[in-house]
């Protein structure tokens, strides 16, 4: 066990610190995908209500309860949808919050001796 713990302070100790992937770069996309595709979807539930508002106003009587038929996979679909990018921005601002706390940089050699300190190995 001495030998593992000796192995990898070794290791940390060589390491340079360097992000693996370019977090602000990763945000800028994903909040550009965010606001395209949320663009997109309001404007298509937009027209799409506006389309079904319309044909209720002109439509006759038998008309109008098929209209209202049609309601209800609209306003499940709108919920469905909007439900995805509320849950996709709360799990985006999350990652952010825990990336930003999270970092290679919070291990130092102070913490490796304090490893082996307690597991009483000499590094």
């Known amino acids: 066990m001495g030998n593992v713990i000796k192995d990898g302070a070794s290791f940390l100790s060589h390491a340079t610190v360097s992000k693996v992937l370019d977090t602000s770069g990763l945000q800028s ?3 550009d995908i965010y606001n395209v595709l949320l663009g997109i979807a309001v404007v298509l539930a937009a027209l799409i209500g506006a ?3 319309i044909k209720f106003i ?4 038998d008309e109008k309860a098929k209209i209202k ?3 209800i996979p609209y306003i499940i679909g ?3 949808v909007f439900g995805a990018f509320t849950i996709w921005s709360i799990v985006i601002n999350i990652g ?3 990336e ?3 970092s290679v940089e919070n291990i130092n050699t102070m ?3 304090a490893i082996s300190h307690t597991t009483n190995v000499d590094v």
């Open 29 to 31: 996309v994903s909040s």
């Open 51 to 53: 389309v079904i508002g």
């Open 111 to 113: 913490q490796i001796a």
């Open 78 to 80: 709108c919920v469905v």
């Open 69 to 71: 038929e049609a309601l």
């Open 58 to 61: 002109v439509s006759s009587v």
């Open 96 to 98: 952010n919050k825990a």
């Open 100 to 102: 930003s706390s999270i």
